[in-house]
């Protein structure tokens, strides 16, 4: 069961294009390629923030939304750049429930701080890479 949230124009925290699922959240998949700093950006001027991944069920909720689009960015990255991978709130990736990394990443030792999706598990990029990116926003 889904449904999209709808609310007023200009309403202040208006999720409106979000996807809810229940159990799980509010998300919204930006097709247009941006550095994770406009990701962060752009979720947060809706009122949401850049996606994190708490479950398996969650990254497969992920890998539909994104199928076709490479590697968007989640609300996971390295702010001290010592390999120490922390959603954007702080909290250390190895306590979200979902820190399964591809195969061979994370691999950017030098500049890569940001973090992507990808189906067989997360990655690390350059921040200013421009991909797509996940929103998620709502109270779960
Ligand atoms: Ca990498």
Known sequence: MKFFLVLPPGSNSSLEGY???????????????????????????EGAHLAIINSDEEAAIFKKMSQGYAAPWVGVHDPEKNRDFRTVFGTPLSATGYSKWMSGQPDGPKNQYCVYFHPDGLGDNPYDSKVTFFCEGGNL
């Open 19 to 45: 996807e809810f699922f229940p159990g799980h959240g509010y998300y919204k998949f930006h097709k247009t390629p941006e550095s994770f700093e406009n990701a962060t950006k752009i979720c947060r001027s």
